[in-house]
């Protein structure tokens, strides 16, 4: 089995590994796994591209923005999350200064992402991704991650850095055999519809597809 090398997240106890992973606490010190699934299903790539142009985003529970619509890229230009070769939402959150300008309730999103890292798909794919993510975001991470708060899940408010404010409603899709989410994103308001629609290049009045 491959050795993904010593824990490394400060506070993380081997309990919570264990529970998340349906194991004992003694098969958490000898258990690795691989990370998680990344590749998505053809036929949720297919149902992606059905949303077009509205913005929708396939994500793991570790945050990896697996597959996007080019909505959801409208609404992320120059905000950094897209910029690295496979994207991480919580890594993105917890480790680039232009989330908390990007993120209106950043609090709020911190603790959302934190929670679905603690929910992730098994217990070795958590302690895998900790020990890579932990140093570089801080105690602030791992105190977030160690209270399990649910999370309110309220609309998500975006600072764009071309100057406008939106509102979304997020509606989340689980998909169970593959440990993704399919999220879409839909204006909460007509404010927000006709800065989408400004951001994406459309003339307002357009009917939008989501």
């Known amino acids: 089995m491959p050795d993904w090398g010593r824990r490394r997240a400060p506070g ?3 309990s919570d590994l264990a529970a998340r992973a349906g194991v ?3 098969c958490t010190a000898h258990t690795r796994s691989a990370p998680p699934r990344r590749d998505v299903r053809p036929s949720v790539l297919r149902t992606l591209g059905l949303l077009e142009p509205g913005i929708a985003v396939v994500t793991n529970r570790l945050g990896d923005v697996l597959a996007r619509t080019t909505g959801f890229e409208a609404v992320t230009r120059g905000s950094g999350l897209l910029d690295a070769d496979m994207p991480n939402l919580t890594r993105y959150v917890f480790t680039d200064p232009r989330a908390r300008t990007f993120f209106a309730d950043w609090d709020e999103v ?3 992402r934190a929670f679905e890292l603690w929910h992730g798909p098994s217990g070795a794919s958590f302690e ?3 020990a890579e993510l932990a140093p570089a975001a801080g105690p602030d991470f791992t105190r977030r991650l160690n209270r399990h708060v649910v999370p309110r899940r309220g609309p998500l408010r975006l600072h ?3 100057g406008c404010d939106l509102e979304l409603v997020r ?3 689980e998909l169970p055999e ?3 989410q399919l999220v879409v994103f839909l204006p909460a308001g007509e404010a927000t519809a006709r800065a989408v629609d400004g951001l994406a290049g459309r003339s307002a009045g357009r009917l939008r597809a989501v």
């Open 171 to 173: 509606e989340p899709l």
């Open 178 to 180: 593959d440990a993704q």
């Open 110 to 112: 911190a603790d959302e």
């Open 12 to 14: 993380l106890r081997r």
């Open 160 to 162: 764009h850095p071309s």
């Open 128 to 130: 895998w991704f900790t």
């Open 24 to 26: 004992s606490v003694e």
